[in-house]
């Protein structure tokens, strides 16, 4: 199919990408896509399981079949909708310059290399780009001469300015803040002048003589005192911990980011069950299959940090305690449960609390995929630190936490606060600090 003479540019996207987004070849606007040969070779390795790049896979795979029909898929096809560009498959053939011969080794990454700078030479008027989330793949074709770019769709622009949940405001009226310690509440244009703040947002408010917590009630468009309130023996020990306890106990917010999980137990009497999660991030980027056992003992360690949390807790009661009986009747009658995240899909969870731990290691994809499984009455609570990512190909604003916070900070439903300061230990602080 002849191409059209306004197109100028060629992008060629790898296996990472695929695996992030398999729509991502619908969002290059006019731009052709091109897919080398061997990505689809390395899908085939990703079909089967139940992580989400194993669902990735296989959309592409079938959105491949789709509109491939009875085209030749090494031929240039239209992607459908307006202003799109069109699709092909690169075969493996080799350019003037062997990326295999440059890097003195045949592997999968050096043969998508060769499939751009193959395109590159087949269509000089257009501009061919490598996109990949691996940064050295990046690396070695801008060595080759090959532009290189990351995928940036569900990319966060400026992670130093996202959303943190918590204003302080000085210069406050002493006696608004005295109303707000006496009554709780006070009229929203009493602490903001002009316009209005995010819903359900955090405040420090201060005066030259006293200061007070609070939050704005999207609901009652009101601003409410946030009381410092201990919850299984977890007393908060500074304001953010505070504010994140009032989003965790609030059963108007039904979505929440925070970095650390405080008081989630308090919330048993509202909901059936309390699901704890995380992902599973494999060391040296190898599949849990190796591990020996069965599927549970496979899982265990990668869930053993959720365990010492709620062990914390335990902790802070004497064996036989009522809150310690509790929290054991919670394990033992499976009220609380501490399951992967990779058999969420398909499941509709009704009349739960759900927190998933460790959120900075999913995919944008992967958080929607888990709020989607929201049923009636069910609230669910991602904790992580954007700056602390152990999965390959994601980074501070391409992961979903990033994304989830930036996309709904303005909701009724949802409520964010950054815990800025950490509360582990001295010696924990010290290592943040100065290693």
């Known amino acids: ?70 085209n030749k898929l090494q031929d240039w096809i239209p992607l459908e909708g307006t202003a799109k560009g069109q699709f092909k498959v690169q075969m493996n053939s080799r ?136 919850v299984y023996g977890i007393r908060p020990r500074n304001a953010e911990q505070t504010f994140a306890i009032d989003a965790i106990l609030n059963r108007d917010i039904k979505l929440l980011t925070i970095q650390g999980v405080a008081g989630s137990l308090e919330m048993r009497k509202n909901y059936r069950q309390i699901f704890l999660a995380r992902p599973i991030v494999p060391l040296s980027n190898k599949d849990i299959g190796y591990l020996p056992g069965d599927v549970k003992s496979k899982l265990n360690p990668y869930m053993e940090p959720l365990w010492d949390n709620l062990k914390f807790i335990q902790s802070q009661f004497e064996e036989g305690d009522r809150y310690w009986n509790q929290i054991q009747e919670m394990l033992v009658k499976e009220t609380l449960q501490i399951m992967p995240l990779a058999y969420i899909r398909g499941r509709s969870l009704s009349n739960v609390i759900f927190i998933v731990d460790e959120a900075q290691n999913l995919t944008p994809h992967e958080v929607k995929t888990i709020i989607t499984r929201a049923g009636e009455n069910t609230k669910i609570v991602f904790t992580g630190d954007i700056y602390q990512i152990d999965t390959p190909y994601l980074d501070t604003q391409s992961n979903g936490l990033s994304y989830l916070i930036d996309r709904v900070k303005d909701h009724k439903l949802y409520a964010h606060i950054t815990l800025e300061k950490g509360e582990r230990s001295e010696l924990a602080n010290l290592a943040n600090e100065l290693l």
């Open 95 to 230: 350019s003037t310059l062997d990326a295999e011969v440059v890097f003195d080794e045949k592997k999968a990454d050096h043969r998508i290399l060769n499939a751009a700078l193959a395109l590159q030479e087949e269509h000089p008027a257009s501009k061919v780009i490598m996109v990949t989330k691996d940064i050295n793949l990046r690396l070695k074709a801008k060595a080759l001469n090959l532009p290189a770019e990351d995928y940036e769709t569900g990319k966060i622009k400026n992670v130093d300015s996202l959303y943190t949940g918590k204003t302080v405001l000085n210069d406050i009226p002493s006696e608004v803040i005295t109303r707000l310690h006496e009554e709780g509440t006070c009229p929203l244009t009493d602490v903001i002048k002009k316009g209005k703040p995010r819903k359900n947002q955090f405040f420090i408010l201060k005066s030259e003589r006293n200061s007070v917590l609070a939050c704005y009630n999207p609901i009652e468009d009101c601003i409410d005192k946030v009381e410092k309130r201990e």
């Open 1 to 70: 199919m002849a191409r059209s003479k306004k197109e100028k540019k060629i992008f060629v996207l790898d296996t990472s990408v695929i695996l992030y987004d398999h729509n991502a070849v619908k969002n290059f606007q006019e731009h052709d896509v091109a897919i080398p040969i061997t990505v689809l070779e390395e899908l085939d390795n990703f079909k089967k399981g139940n992580d989400t790049k194993n669902f990735e896979a296989r959309e592409f795979i079938r959105f491949i079949d789709k509109i491939s029909g009875e």
